[in-house]
């Protein structure tokens, strides 16, 4: 099987739990629950789907049971950026300038039909970028337009179900990423 | 002898430093990058960039047919996303001289105000957080989510609805609606006397806004400055008032003008905004009359070769829809005047000799939805 | 003042404006020269009084470019639309209103993007959507991406 179809959650969890090395198991679980469980957000939000990821802050989907209540309005201090709304080709350099800013390790979720793939703009819109990941990596997929709390909270879960996943002797490293 | 150089004197307070608020900001309510050219900490002059978010939403309008416009509109204004909807709806409506049965306008006006609502709670929530006040998010979060649950029931959709369309509505509300839109007017009259208690009365609020981003009644009209922020400059222009549609002509609501022109009174505005809606809704809500959800309209809709134009009152101000039409299903040129471009405008101006922190304070007063400005 | 008599001022202001039906507001063709002195006097008269300009709109016409101006007074309730047509696709010079209705600086900023139309002694004519070094101008019908638009 080529190693582009296995990406999904439940087959890399299989992988995992079988083999490993003894010796760094307990420091790996230790470190990817430090770091799943309290990822920073960075503030970033263009249209729409930005009111949808305040309704999931705001009390009724409360995102800070996740750990992630925490917005650094700096990119030097975020862990993660969620594209939430369309990208343009004026805002595409600064979204890339903002993501080189950020330390690593660091993790994308594109949030919306737009950062996916240009959403409802895909057809006859001469400034629209189709879809963030022309611009960065991007780990976690959200649709939706705009995407209810409810998925965004499950692309937060996944999204720590993926960095549950990582080893101190495969770490994540940005240049690695596709 | 030696000569003596005297190198040129450097004034240092007379040079002005430029800053960037950059696109990526927590309080620009979007990608908004302002440059703003500063001495010491007093701001001299700002030029706003936009285009961050600039979709292209015009050039798209003239290869999609007018259902498919309704659904694009939504995206621009997204606070005011049904009173996008209407304004075209009108449009076609009145170019092709439709009959829209009293029942579809009733629930369009009832549900314009509700959206209206909420977007000025999401204003007071977002106002409150800009100048430090966390709280004022969460409660005006929370109390939109009654809101969105009687969207949710009726339309489907929580946020972005589509939901009226040239003729009519896309269906028939769902027999909760009228009790949960009297349930939710008895909940949120207790609720503003709390923003009133939180934010309203609060001594710092009131320092950092009173006297703070002056705009006169003659320059708000030079600018184009219309709704809430234009109210509160003296400028009477209310479209519900002066060009009514729905059913805004049979209802009583006042038309409340400020003197001062200030940020607390441009505060105070959509405080009294908020409360008439609730007094349009409290007269609406039972006296929907039966009827159809939509009238009966052709499949291909195609307007008369011609211009037409038609304005609403949106929670920002005046939103006008300009289209030129050759006959075809697909509108020649369509364009949006929407009321955060010209407000925007006045920014500039507003801004000249304060501080940068009473700047984010005029900004989150001004209530611009970037979408808006940049379509 | 009633359409009829507004009509007869116009036209007593610039006589060779040319009047088109319209069902909505009373529309006249203004020739590009006299635009400016029209708006001056259509804002100072105490009898025309046109101080909200509430939109300002260019049309590609093919052969031509139309600027669209819609006025309003806000004491006397009276509205108007005006239009201002250049001569052909190449020269599209138009006078300015910046000076007498403010609201049109981001407007015909807008214009100059987005249709590439230049208007004389504009205190700050430069793109304000796209990029400085976007080229052409996307609202027009003959621009061309083959990439992104779609002809049917």
Not at chain 2, 301 to 327: C, F, N
Request: aromatic share 10%; glycine share 6%; charged share 25%.
């Amino acid at each position: 099987m080529k190693e582009a179809d296995f990406r999904d959650n439940d087959t890399l969890e299989l992988f995992k739990h079988s083999g490993g090395n003894i010796l760094f198991t307990t420091i790996d679980a230790i470190m990817d629950w430090g770091r799943a469980n309290s990822l920073w957000p960075l503030t970033f939000a263009t249209s729409c789907c930005a009111i949808e990821m305040m309704a999931a802050a705001a009390p009724r989907h409360d995102f800070s049971r996740f750990g992630m209540e925490v917005y650094r309005a700096s990119p030097r201090q975020a862990d993660m950026i969620v594209v939430a709304g369309t990208i343009v080709n004026k805002m595409a350099p600064v979204l890339k300038r903002l993501y080189d800013q950020m330390p690593d390790p660091k993790y994308v979720i594109a949030m919306g039909a737009c950062a996916v793939s240009g959403g409802p703009f895909f057809y006859n819109s001469y400034h629209v970028v189709r879809g963030v990941d022309h611009i960065i990596p991007v780990d976690v997929y959200v649709p939706g337009c705009p995407v209810r709390p409810e998925a965004l909270l499950y692309g937060v879960m996944q999204l720590q179900r993926k960095i549950k996943l990582e080893t101190l002797t495969n770490p994540r490293k940005t240049e690695n990423l596709q | 002898m030696k000569e003596v150089i005297n190198p040129p004197v450097r004034n240092i307070e007379d040079e002005e430093y430029h800053i960037n608020i950059g696109p990526q900001h927590p309080s620009t309510h979007g990608v908004l990058r302002m440059v703003v050219s500063i001495q010491g900490e007093t701001v001299k002059s700002l030029k706003p960039h936009c285009g961050y978010i600039h979709r292209g939403i015009e050039k798209m309008c003239e290869k999609d047919t007018y259902q498919q416009i309704i659904h694009l509109t939504d995206r621009m204004d997204y606070l005011s996303a049904h009173i996008n909807n209407h304004v075209v709806c009108l449009l076609v409506e009145r170019a092709l001289e439709v009959a829209v049965p009293e029942r579809v306008q009733y629930i369009r006006t009832i549900v314009d105000e509700l959206t209206r609502i909420a977007s000025h709670q999401l204003w007071w929530g977002c106002f409150g957080m800009d100048m430090g006040g966390q709280t004022c998010l969460l409660y005006g979060m929370r109390d939109r989510e009654k809101i969105m649950d009687i969207f949710e029931e009726s339309f489907g959709s929580r946020l972005l609805h589509s939901y009226y369309t040239p003729g009519g509505l896309m269906g028939d509300i769902h027999p909760n609606f009228q009790k949960r839109v009297k349930e939710f007017i008895t909940y949120f009259r207790k609720k503003i006397h709390d923003y009133d208690n939180i934010l309203t009365g609060n001594v710092i609020m009131q320092e950092r806004t009173k006297g703070v981003g002056i705009l006169t009644k003659e320059e708000a009209i030079d600018y184009g400055v219309t709704g809430p922020i234009g109210r509160a400059s003296g400028f009477s222009c209310d479209v519900r008032k002066y060009h009514p549609y729905g059913v805004y002509d049979k209802v009583d609501f006042k038309e409340i003008l400020g003197t001062q022109g200030d940020t607390f009174s441009r505060y105070m505005m959509r405080m009294h905004e908020m409360r008439e809606s609730m007094k349009i809704l409290e007269q609406l809500i039972d006296n929907i009359p039966a009827g159809d959800y939509s009238a009966k309209m052709k499949a291909v809709i195609k307007l008369p070769a011609g211009e037409y134009y038609q304005r609403v009152e949106a929670a920002r101000g005046e939103l006008g829809v300009y289209v030129v039409s050759d006959g075809n299903k697909t509108p020649y040129r369509m364009k949006f005047r929407s009321s955060s471009f010209s407000n925007l405008s006045a920014l500039d101006h507003m801004s000249r000799g304060f501080k940068i922190a009473d700047l984010i304070a005029i900004g989150g007063s001004l209530d611009y939805v970037i979408p808006d400005i940049d379509r | 003042m009633d359409n009829a008599t507004l009509k007869e001022r116009i036209l007593e202001l610039v006589p060779n404006a040319e009047y088109q039906e319209n069902k909505q507001f009373p529309t006249f063709i203004i020739p590009p020269d006299k635009m400016h002195d029209l708006a001056l006097k259509l804002k100072q008269e105490a009898d025309l009084a046109f101080d909200f300009l509430f939109c300002l709109t260019a049309v590609d016409r093919i052969e031509f470019f139309e600027v669209v101006y819609h006025l309003e007074s806000t004491q006397l309730k009276h509205q108007l639309e005006l239009k201002v047509r250049t001569a052909n696709r190449e020269n599209v010079a138009v006078d300015t209103v910046c000076d007498v209705w403010r609201t049109a600086e981001f407007h015909e900023r807008e214009a100059y993007d987005l249709m590439g139309i230049t208007f004389n002694n504009h205190p700050d004519l430069r793109r304000i959507f796209l990029d400085e070094n976007w080229k052409g101008h996307p609202l027009r019908k003959d621009y061309v991406d083959e990439v992104n638009i779609i002809e049917r």
